[in-house]
Nanobody, 127 residues
Framework: QLQASGGGLVRAGDSLRLSCSAS??????????IGWFCRAPGKQREAVSA????????FYADSVKGRFTIFRDTAANTVYLQMNSLKPDDTAVYYC????????????????????WGQGTQVTVSS
């Protein structure tokens, strides 16, 4: 089971670090492609960022490039989404997802199928 955490209420310009971890230690996230997605009220789910399995190849939505960073801590079996310079438009519920088989590349990462999903964590950015 995936667990997303780290959300909160912050002001514009602040930072948050979201965590995606596995409740079962046998579920080694390094062997999975991980994606972060968000859903704002009244909007469809959007891809935010992703990282391929076993490597540090990453992808970002244009809206977060230069502000968000996805990275793994293999020892902690956690994938993080560091969110800097937050904007009110970043307000959403953020979800992480994992899949052991999907091969991510620039042309498919936003629409790739992810098998496992965690519960969301709310990020609220006030102006």
């Amino acid at each position: 089971q995936l667990q997303a955490s780290g959300g909160g209420l912050v002001r514009a310009g602040d930072s948050l670090r979201l965590s995606c971890s596995a409740s079962d230690s046998r579920f080694a996230l390094s062997a999975y492609a991980i994606g972060w997605f968000c859903r704002a009220p009244g909007k469809q789910r959007e891809a935010v960022s992703a990282i391929v399995k076993d490597r540090d190849i990453t992808f970002y939505a244009d809206s977060v490039k230069g502000r968000f960073t996805i990275f793994r801590d293999t020892a902690a079996n956690t994938v993080y989404l560091q969110m800097n310079s937050l904007k009110p438009d970043d307000t959403a519920v953020y979800y992480c997802a994992a899949d052991p088989f999907v091969s991510l590349h620039g042309g498919n990462w936003k629409s790739a199928f992810f098998e496992s999903w965690g519960q969301g964590t709310q990020v609220t950015v006030s102006s």
